[in-house]
């Protein structure tokens, strides 16, 4: 089945404490992004990646981090929580840059006290 | 950059039809894009639009005026799973990202 994996789904952590959610897409997509989302902001892109090792900035970059050392992969790294980072999470993917359709992960729901 | 606004709630009764609005402001336009997400879930892909006119899928629609930088979806024979959010949403510019509207949450009720 073509999907794209998150995990942990739900995560509780302390304030500095490094945490990473991952994600792994299977279906060869070469464009992958990840998106913040919380009430009444929408969705706000964090970081995007267009192919193994070329990642950039999205709009709400700050206290974040990313790679892409493989295709199937583009995992999300927190290096020192705070607050408010507190929110959902979710990875995309596309097949390629431009791409209208992105295919979505089940969100990570993150709580940083 | 992109910007673009949704109501943020519409209401209405199973087998009824709904219209959601989208009105952007770009720099360069695309296309736009609907994306339905039920409470905790993640937001699935319904329809694009690239030229003016309406696309049909099964009961949803949705049009795309670009001279008046607007857009709805139409949801006919509404039925109680279609309550979620909608959000529209276009591509920026330099083809890097997809930019989202706040999204509207359908309520229907019995």
């Known amino acids: 089945e073509a999907q794209v994996t998150q995990n942990p789904r739900y995560l509780i952590t302390v304030t500095g404490k490094k945490l990473t959610v991952t994600c792994s897409q299977n279906?060869?997509?070469?464009?992958m992004s990840w998106y913040r989302q919380d009430p009444g902001l929408g969705l706000r892109q964090i970081y995007y990646s267009m192919n193994v090792e070329v990642t950039d900035k999205g709009d709400v970059p700050e206290g974040y981090k990313v790679s892409r050392k493989e295709k199937r992969n583009f995992p999300l790294i927190l290096e020192s929580p705070s607050p408010n980072q507190t929110s959902l999470y979710f990875c995309?993917?596309?097949?390629?840059?431009?791409?209208?359709?992105?295919?979505f992960g089940p969100g990570t729901r993150l709580t940083v006290t | 950059g992109q910007s673009l606004e949704q109501p943020s709630e519409v209401t209405a009764v199973e087998g009824a039809i709904v219209q959601i609005n989208c009105t952007y402001q770009?720099?360069?336009?695309?296309?736009l894009s609907w994306y339905q997400q039920h409470d905790g879930g993640a937001p699935t892909f319904l329809s694009y639009?690239?030229?003016?006119g309406l696309e049909e899928t099964g009961r949803f629609s949705s049009f795309l005026s670009r001279s008046d930088s607007y857009g709805y979806l139409l949801l006919q024979e509404l039925q109680m799973k279609d309550s979620a959010s909608y959000f529209c949403?276009?591509?920026?510019?330099?083809?890097?990202?997809?930019?989202f509207g706040t999204g509207t949450r359908l309520l229907v009720s019995p």
């Open positions: 770009t720099s360069g336009f695309y296309g």
């Open positions: 949403a276009v591509m920026d510019t330099g083809f890097q990202k997809l930019v």
């Open positions: 639009n690239a030229l003016d």
């Open positions: 279906m060869n997509h070469e464009y």
């Open positions: 995309a993917s596309s097949p390629g840059q431009g791409f209208y359709e992105q295919y």
